[in-house]
């Protein structure tokens, strides 16, 4: 799953990955969602974190996206 991208990615390649906006994306990364940290101004997110966001969306039937 997301063979194309870094280990590492950032907020605009979240936004992708998810097919969210921007709001939603800072949203998620806020309220610690998806795991996260920053260097400076700028979100880094761990691949695997963004998978496990996934995989526990389904694990909970939830399937309201934003």
Known sequence: MFENYNDMV???DL???LDIGKNKAYE???NKEIENF???REYKIPK???IN???SKIGNGD???G
């Open 28 to 30: 998620l990364l806020k």
């Open 63 to 65: 399937t309201n996206n």
């Open 15 to 17: 936004q992708k990955m």
């Open 38 to 40: 920053k260097i400076g």
């Open 10 to 12: 950032n907020l605009e």
């Open 53 to 55: 966001y996934i995989n």
């Open 48 to 50: 695997t974190a963004i």
